[in-house]
């Protein structure tokens, strides 16, 4: 890696952009090009050649031998299948590089080791991955050399969505829609295209690559699944922005450099609230390009750690007792000409289309908040929701003093005449600047949370992709565009109907706005009066997504079908019981191979000593007293061992049951939590390298 370089001069160098686009591809070529990205017209096969021969020339120029499209099955991650440039080698023996437009456009990957959640039988094995051109193609260099990727969607042979980038495509077809109805009635006639900006905040943290290979149970389930806690942990709120420490300064360089290169404009790096986390945010974009690149910095962090000797870690809880990780997704609404939607202006009260979109909002996320709650639901944000460091489990609206007030006014008069303002923050230092203050404090507790000019859904797991909560959150809110449009567009008096609609909305939705501590138990219970869900796990998450009302609000958006759901709503049950699955072999594996022998073993060093020291005449109350204890708490271990062998057994044979969540996973867990008993044997584990 170079030690210096001008950022300005490497950003983007190996990414197919419009610069490159504009310089290689014939005028007529990058025109038709254009209107396929911006338009979402059809591209011909002519067409498609000229690009995938120039893209072609221009990947084999920065060093490229192979091709790969790159899309995200339900897997949770990634997928590729590399193929070279060459052709059959000519009569001379020589072989040439050829891409064809058919190659770049279509592919038909062997669809059938994919989760597809029953939408097709193993035997229907095709699956087409289609090249997504609103994404630019980058080349990655790795291990691997130079690959060209390709972003693609995937589906089925019949055309059903497989992956996570076509119903986020689909989704931003409905809320572009609905935004342009919206802007055409308050007369803005200029905006063309309405595209969701989304910021994904990626957290993160970062073991030694030789303790991790210690810990079975990083290797295998990405989280520790018993130990002791050390003696110091993030009490001291001491390494949230504190000093970034050389080794960790010196990946994040290289981790900067890597995603520059590829066009992701990585911003804002620090150190997070627990021992070892950190944080790295882009720049928003578009929401597509957005989850691409999300991806782009999930397998960057984990390559360049491992070229650092370090291990990055995406579960969302690695280690008890100190904060797990999320992604903080931000969200706002950027028309083609540069408005934001959810920009509410010096003055929000005067603010008419500022206020029905932010009213809109407020109703589609009060009446969809189960599927937003699902949205965010993984096997390992289980571990965080709710649990006094993550927002809770419950939905709810932060608005912010200034927005509240705007709405009290309109929902107690009926007219909102006035906004607060932000004054001045004075800091008693003379020698300071005095600095103008927000009309708004933030809220660390809140899980929606307006922040100035967007919002900010802050339950979003750390490794999850970020295509599920964008789905819902442009599907949602493109309904109630949607719906206020109807009434709208049919109204004699539009101001009158406006006004009386944002009232209306205000009032009704108003039980989910909440600006006070989400982590406090009174909130819980106020929720509760509020009749707001408080869904507390994932396998309670799923069913939202195959309600009657969500199954009507996808399909009417054209963003998932029936079927396409429910293949989603089992695939997620698998998930959740695989990982559980997991989880529990792993648990046994260590309790029976490294934990019990290791206990035995100190069992017999005790034991030894005190006959030692009984005949060396000397006092043994202490080590009896230890072998005592030890000796309970191994048999108490063993009976849980086995109480949770039988269980993982059975989940075994009931896998079809199991997966439909019908096995009750409260025995599941009880009888791992038990298991986590064994942390009891602090003593002894903290002798054994990397259990302590
Ligand atoms: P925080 O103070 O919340 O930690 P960060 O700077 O870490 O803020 O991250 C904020 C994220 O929000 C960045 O990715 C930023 O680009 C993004 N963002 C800023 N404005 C918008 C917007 N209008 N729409 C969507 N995302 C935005
Ligand atoms: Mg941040």
Known sequence: MSERFNVADIFGEDVFNDTVMQERLPKKVYKDLKKTIEEGKELDLATADVIAHEMKEWAIEKGATHYTRWFQPLTGVTAEKHDSFISAPLPSGKVLMSFSGKELIKGEPDASSFPSGGLRATFEARGYTAWDCTSPAFVRHDAAGATLCIPTAFCSYKGEALDQKTPLLRSMQAINEQSLRLLRLFGNTTSKKVTPSVGPEQEYFLVDADKFLQRKDLIYTGRTLFGAMPPKGQELDDHYFGTIRQRIAGFMKDVNEELWKVGVTSKTQHNEVAPAQHELAPIYAECNVALDHNHIVMQTLKRVACQHGMKCLLHEKPFAGVNGSGKHDNWSLTTDDGKNLLEPGKTPHENIQFLLVLTCILKAVDTHADLLRESAADPGNDHRLGANEAPPAIISVFLGEQLEDVLEQLISTGEATHSLKGGKLQTGVDTLPDLAKDATDRNRTSPFAFTGNKFEFRMVGSRDSISGPNVVLNTIVAEAFSEACDVLEKADNFDEAVHDLIKKYATEHQRVVFDGNGYSDAWVEEAERRGLPNIKSMVEAIPALTTDKAINLFEKYKVFTKAELESRAEIKYENYSKAINIE??????????????????????????????????????VQSELLTEISALLVESKSALKALTEVTEKAAEMEKRFRKAEFTFNDYLDSMSQMKKMGGFANVLSMMPGIG
């Open 584 to 621: 529990a072999r792993t648990m046994i594996d260590i309790a029976t191979k490294q934990i019990i022998p290791a206990v035995i073993k100190y069992t017999k060093e005790l034991a030894d000593t005190i006959n030692a020291v009984k005949a060396a005449g000397a006092d043994v109350s």
